[in-house]
């Protein structure tokens, strides 16, 4: 297991599925490359006590999204917030990024780097189930990627983000 400290976020993360290091040859440093810029959007992330991260596989993301949402099939991401609502477990299914990256035409680890920024956001409260909330979700994934040089997952060209966009954006959220 890896740790990232941080006054505010402390991220483990560790691999069930050792695919994961054969798909992406130096993960843990990629995953701490992907992490920084979280740690760094303070005004994003409610004082949070550990996030922690599994790499996994289909298999176990389907066992617990049946035990915990009912849902008797895999899906690429799950998160689950800590009752107190700071911090919690996310969790990645290796096929599931997989085939989406593939069906994409995306990269498999800029998939995953937006999947677990995707997760991070859900425990720090941010939701999809409305336009409005699905947009605002959408615009901070794609700002917490682009300071990792990652393309923007919701656009078919890569878009680059000016410096001077980034900070009115961040200012706007104060």
């Given at each position: 297991m890896k740790h990232m400290n941080d006054p505010k976020i402390k991220f483990s993360f560790s691999v069930e599925d050792q695919r994961w290091h054969r798909r992406i040859s130096h993960l843990n440093s990629f995953v701490i490359f992907i992490c920084r810029p979280i740690q760094r959007l303070e005004n994003?992330?409610?004082k949070t006590e550990e996030?922690?991260?599994?790499?996994?596989?289909?298999?176990?993301?389907?066992?617990?999204n049946y035990r915990f949402r009912n849902k008797n099939k895999s899906t690429n991401v799950l998160s689950f917030p800590t009752p107190s609502g700071l911090g919690g477990d996310i969790i990645i299914s290796f096929e599931d990024v997989l085939r989406e990256s593939q069906q994409q035409q995306k990269s498999f680890s800029s998939h995953m780097a937006h999947l677990l920024v995707h997760?991070?956001?859900?425990l720090?409260?941010?939701?999809?189930h409305h336009p409005s909330e699905a947009a605002d979700m959408e615009r901070l994934e794609s700002l917490i990627l682009s300071f990792s040089k990652i393309s923007n997952p919701w656009q078919k060209t890569k878009i680059k983000v000016p410096?001077?966009?980034?900070?009115?954006?961040l200012c706007s959220l104060n």
């Open positions: 994003i992330s409610p996030i922690n991260v599994l790499f996994s596989n289909a298999r176990t993301v389907k066992k617990l997760g991070t956001l859900h720090f409260g941010y939701d999809h410096s001077k966009v980034k900070n009115e954006f």
